[in-house]
């Protein structure tokens, strides 16, 4: 099996867990070179995680000669730009959720890594698992009649920042909602009829949100 060096693009929360998980599982896979907007946040993460090198130029990172995989772990705002730089440099890229902000910008990525003909991947598996399939292949098969809306929701008790404890959550509670799946589901006008459909108070539009929370990924 072949080793490969990884540039991580990223020192935040996702990128603390993708290398703790490459790192602690991999074994034969490391990261070799970290980037970060900040040249602190790069020192501190390269010396937790015993990597060779940290950069503050993007582009330097992605271009290093010595790694073979560029994994995405930035703000939303900056995949693209990111995976662009990866696909001149002609390395595989894997990009964390969510690929784009819009379906548009997510479009365009995709289409720039078969274009160029790099390998290009999605990290999340939520997508894939087969109770997700089964429920697409239900409602493809017809079983559940006319699908109208759609939503599904991911919460966790999010970072440890200082914002998390510092009393800005609303109501003390302690689950952020991340807003990385957002899909409504609702019931056709005939079921709702009939009184099995949600309350119109929780149908909103579909639609790709940014984190309820800003939380830091790099």
């Known amino acids: 099996m072949q080793q490969h060096a990884i540039t991580m693009l990223g020192t935040g929360l996702i990128g603390d867990f993708y290398t703790m998980t490459l790192h602690g599982q991999r074994r034969r896979d490391s990261v070799r070179v970290v980037y970060s907007r900040s040249a602190e946040r790069g020192q501190a993460f390269r010396e937790r995680w015993g990597i060779p090198e940290s950069t503050t130029d993007m582009r330097a990172a992605i271009e290093h000669p010595d790694t073979d995989v560029v994994i995405v772990g930035l703000p939303n705002f900056l995949h693209e730009e990111a995976i662009n730089?990866?696909?001149?440099?002609?390395?595989?890229?894997?990009?964390?959720?969510?690929?784009?902000?819009?379906?548009?910008?997510?479009?365009?990525?995709?289409?720039t890594v078969e274009r160029a003909g790099v390998f290009g991947g999605y990290l999340?598996?939520?997508?894939?698992?087969?109770k997700t399939l089964k429920a697409l292949k239900a409602v493809q098969g017809?079983?559940?009649?006319?699908?109208?809306?759609?939503?599904?929701?991911?919460?966790?008790?999010?970072?440890?920042s200082a914002w998390f404890w510092d009393g800005r959550l609303t109501g003390g509670g302690a689950i952020i909602d991340l807003g990385c799946h957002c899909i409504e589901i609702s019931a056709p006008s005939s079921a709702r009829a009939t009184g099995r459909s949600r309350s119109s108070a929780t149908r909103t539009r579909s639609s790709t949100r940014s984190p309820t929370r800003t939380t830091r990924w790099d």
Do not use: F, N, Q
């Open 142 to 160: 017809g079983a559940i009649g006319d699908v109208t809306w759609v939503r599904s929701r991911e919460t966790h008790p999010g970072p440890h």
């Open 85 to 111: 730089l990866v696909v001149a440099a002609g390395k595989p890229v894997l990009c964390t959720k969510p690929l784009g902000r819009t379906a548009e910008e997510a479009r365009r990525m995709l289409d």
């Open 124 to 130: 999340e598996d939520l997508c894939y698992t087969p």
